[in-house]
């Protein structure tokens, strides 16, 4: 079956998505003739072996936020492929689905277009697509198949659940996922052209204990769960037996709080592989994490409060909020996190960076916080002026 899996961003971006690998290794596995495609460099042919979109019965698309849903809109039009569903029932046209981070958040913005959606966690619903697709495949109908995929609560099919505006069925996002379970623990390629280098990423947790209001991933991504260490161990060995790995990335909403991260960094540091971390918190930092940063190179981090007292009152976070919920009361600097980058020492953007959060100041109510105001919007005019 041939199904084409497309990032709307540039190759590079997408190769460091962590959900965008699991899928096409899973297909792959599955014995479906699954073909990556990116925004640019090529969008209408495919990384794997130069195949034009033409030729793929099945598209879906990673979605991560909504700023990328125009690239992917853009793309089908270029392929001259009907935006509306319905109006892909006649002819020749693909079927076209959706998963990635935006189905946890937001997923009726792209229910006019796709066919189906895949809502959260989307490995343990694969293999009932991949069976809907074959029996598509196979003659039965695009209604039929709308049908089929219909069956499950965590899938929306847009056609069938959404009549005069409304949803008509139950659906359930999908947020349990059981990280020991049997599904890929790490990236399936490395490249030095992907936004992180060649790095192997190693998803080691998902969802937060932690209850900021300004923050997706507990509302969204379900309880904190943890990858055993020996599933982890087992992984890394088995990939490196095979190939060079110069460098892991280390996949957790915060490094620190992965209970087996000590075993785990000496275990990378004995085979002589770099470590880098998605992200971390001050209160959360050991010694052992700086030497394993040290020695992979990094010589510079970035360190910000996540939002000034102003801010905080206005989004109604409480002082003690970016505590964990067992009760651990840790050090009072709540809400502080490190991003690290490659060696040059460069700010990685991401869900805390330069878009959303405010340098570090003086954050009290008088002289101090309105010069501080009247000089970011002096900044801002200049900007604009240049």
Request: glycine share 10%; aromatic share 10%.
């Amino acid at each position: 079956m041939p199904w084409a899996l497309f990032y709307p961003a540039d190759y590079s971006i997408g190769s460091a998505n962590l959900g965008f690998h699991y899928v096409f290794q899973r297909l792959r596995e599955s014995g479906v003739a699954a073909e990556r495609f990116f925004a640019s460099p090529v969008p209408y042919r495919s990384v794997d072996a130069d195949t034009m979109l033409e030729r793929f019965s099945v598209i879906t698309a990673s979605v991560a936020y909504e700023g990328d849903i125009p690239a992917f809109y853009r793309w089908l039009s270029g392929a001259n492929i009907p935006l509306l569903a319905e109006e892909r029932v006649a002819g020749s046209f693909p079927v076209i689905g959706m998963g990635g981070a935006l189905s946890y958040i937001n997923p009726l913005t792209v229910s006019g277009v796709c066919d189906f959606i895949i809502l959260g966690d989307g490995m343990e619903v694969l293999d009932h697509v991949i069976e809907s697709l074959r029996l598509y495949e196979g003659g039965c109908g695009r209604r039929e198949l709308w049908r089929r995929l219909s069956e499950s609560p965590n899938i929306l099919v847009p056609p069938v659940d959404i009549k005069d505006g409304r949803l008509v069925r139950g659906l359930r996002i999908g947020r349990s996922l059981d990280l020991n379970g049997p599904y890929p623990v790490h990236s399936a390629w490395m490249t030095e052209r992907g936004a992180f280098g060649k790095t192997l990423l190693l998803e080691l947790q998902r969802g937060c204990a932690r209850s900021c209001s300004y923050c997706t991933l507990p509302r969204c991504f379900g309880s904190m769960r943890w990858r055993k260490f020996e599933i982890v161990e087992r992984a890394l060995d088995e990939i490196t037996s095979r190939f060079e790995v110069p460098q892991a990335g280390l996949v957790t909403p915060e490094a620190g709080d992965y209970p087996f991260l000590p075993q785990l960094i000496d275990k990378l540091i004995n085979k002589n592989i770099g470590v880098s971390f998605a992200s971390l918190r001050l209160d959360r930092l050991s010694e052992q994490m700086i030497l394993a940063l040290s020695g992979s190179g990094r010589r510079a981090g970035d360190r910000r409060r996540e939002a000034a007292l102003w801010l905080r009152q206005k989004i109604h976070r409480r002082p003690d909020s970016g505590k964990a919920r067992n009760g651990e009361r840790g050090r009072d600097r709540p809400g502080e996190a490190l991003f690290y980058d490659r060696p040059s020492g460069r700010e990685r953007r991401g869900y805390h960076g330069d878009d959303g959060a405010l340098p570090p100041h003086n954050s009290g109510d008088g002289a101090e916080s309105n010069s501080f105001r009247q000089s970011l919007h002096s900044q801002a005019r200049d900007a604009m002026a240049g």
